[in-house]
T-cell receptor, first 112, second 114 residues
Framework: KNQVEQSPQSLIILEGKNCTLQ??????????LRWYKQDTGRGPVSLTI?????NTKSNGRYTATLDADTKQSSLHITASQLSDSASYIC???????????FGAGTRLAVHP | DGGITQSPKYLFRKEGQNVTLSCEQN?????MYWYRQDPGQGLRLIYY???????QKGDIAEGYSVSREKKESFPLTVTSAQKNPTAFYLC?????????????FGPGTRLTVL
């Protein structure tokens, strides 16, 4: 069964600290992996999209890594800000069409 | 402003009523999608449309219906047959259904059944 699992479910960090969110997937065939940020009560916003051949991709203070061999990805947030408080969703695209398999998300709270 | 709009933001429904959620996009995208989001779960696909006058069932289509009469619009009707409709509903669009293309999401509609 195609699945995307994320850990931890929730995380609290202090402003200015770094953190890393994890994503494991069992989706096949694999097309690409995406990380989205979702503020409470809003729609998800794309942070990064990585294909099979990409190991790392950055978007400002967000850096995503992909290990296609172990089927793992991580999202590293550097120098966290209060506005980083949100849910971060790992999404894997299955096959040649835009069929997305969503993880349940990691809820991040950044405290002052 | 280019983007996807959904209305209303909040919707309350009595049991036994049908309700229609609006989704409009001005991105000139061919593909549109409806997802349902429940607490602690990943988004699940309800319906998708690759082109005008065409739509396909997703993973949880029972109790829902859609139409795609215009490229810009993809309304979702939650019927009385949907046993547990209380959820956050998200509409998305992409240029087409090619896997590499990004899906852009609307702001969502929160539906509550009273």
């Amino acid at each position: 069964k195609n699945q995307v699992e994320q850990s931890p479910q929730s995380l609290i960090i202090l402003e200015g600290k770094n953190c890393t969110l994890q994503c494991n997937y069992t989706v096949s065939p694999f097309s690409n992996l995406r990380w989205y940020k979702q503020d409470t009560g809003r729609g998800p916003v794309s942070l990064t999209i990585m294909t099979f051949s990409e190991n790392t991709k950055s978007n400002g203070r967000y850096t995503a890594t992909l290990d296609a061999d172990t089927k793992q990805s991580s999202l590293h947030i550097t120098a966290s800000q209060l506005s980083d408080s949100a849910s971060y969703i790992c999404v894997v695209s299955e096959g040649g069409y835009n069929k997305l398999i969503f993880g349940a998300g990691t809820r991040l709270a950044v405290h002052p | 402003d280019g983007g996807i709009t959904q209305s209303p933001k909040y919707l309350f429904r009595k049991e036994g009523q049908n309700v229609t959620l609006s989704c409009e996009q001005n991105l000139n995208h061919d593909a549109m999608y409806w997802y349902r989001q429940d607490p602690g779960q990943g988004l699940r696909l309800i319906y998708y449309s690759q082109i005008v006058n065409d739509f396909q069932k997703g993973d949880i289509a029972e109790g829902y219906s859609v139409s795609r009469e215009k490229k810009e619009s993809f309304p979702l009707t939650v019927t009385s047959a949907q046993k547990n409709p209380t959820a956050f509903y998200l509409c998305a669009s992409s240029i087409d259904r090619v896997a590499k293309n990004e899906q852009f999401f609307g702001p969502g509609t929160r539906l509550t059944v009273l």
